[in-house]
């Protein structure tokens, strides 16, 4: 059973850089057909994808956030991590880390998520 | 990309069936077989219920079901209980590396 676990500050203050660590349990990062994923929830909001790695450094992101995304993933510690920068409260959210399934063996869906971690950006 | 669109509200009472559409446009719903629904309750992550437009995971009820013409998307839940009382979202590819959710669905259960 794969689980995945959200660590980082809940705190960040506006302008600065939120820093977030997905670490991953029950399954190796490195596996063929799976991306490795940010997802977050404004308050009282929907989900809005946030972008997708591949364990060998490929990245996607949403273009409306690309510009202060940046992914990055750490085969060793079986760990991916995100990284927002210039934040505004806007960006206050609970941010999830998932798998998503897309390679020869499924297509496009989600199947693991973490808990999500609420991310506040005040000074 | 724009978010998909979901109604804000669907209910119905026990035992009845709804159906909650997400409609896209011929870049991202219309373009990919790939659609997927996802449950929240209130506070818990979300929960993968339908994949490639009308699968389910091992683990999920046959009463959800899911199709698409053209467009739009649904998802229809028959059978209604209690604990589907819930927010529901679809997802779709909106290219060949970027992905959109729907702007969300709250299912209430009267």
């Known amino acids: 059973q794969v689980q995945l676990q959200e660590s980082g500050p809940g705190l960040v203050n506006p302008s600065q850089t939120l820093s977030l660590t997905c670490s991953v349990s029950g399954g190796s990062i490195s596996r063929s057909g799976y991306y490795w994923s940010w997802i977050r929830q404004l308050p009282g909001k929907g989900l809005e994808w946030i972008g997708n790695?591949?364990?060998?450094?490929?990245?996607y992101y949403n273009p409306s956030l690309e510009s202060r995304t940046t992914m990055s993933v750490d085969t060793s510690r079986n760990q991916f991590s995100l990284k927002l920068s210039s934040v505004t409260a806007a960006d206050t959210a609970v941010y999830y880390c998932?798998?998503?399934?897309?390679?020869?063996?499924?297509?496009?869906?989600?199947?693991?998520w973490g808990q999500g971690t609420l991310v506040t950006v005040s000074s | 990309q724009s978010a998909l669109t979901q109604p804000a509200s669907v209910s119905g009472s026990p035992g009845q069936s709804i159906t909650i559409s997400c409609t896209g446009t011929s870049s991202d719903v219309g373009s990919y077989n790939l659609v997927s629904w996802y449950q929240q309750h209130p506070g818990k992550a979300p929960k993968l219920m339908i994949y490639e437009v009308s699968e389910r995971p091992s683990g999920v009820s046959s009463r959800f079901s899911g199709s698409k013409f053209g467009n739009t998307a649904s998802l229809t839940i028959a059978g209604l209980q209690a604990e589907d009382e819930a927010h529901y979202y679809c997802?779709?590819?909106?290219?060949?590396?970027?992905?959109?959710f729907g702007g969300g669905t709250k299912l209430t259960v009267l």
């Open positions: 790695i591949y364990y060998i450094g490929n990245t």
């Open positions: 997802c779709s590819p909106a290219s060949i590396s970027t992905l959109v």
């Open positions: 998932a798998r998503y399934c897309n390679g020869d063996s499924c297509y496009s869906r989600f199947d693991y």
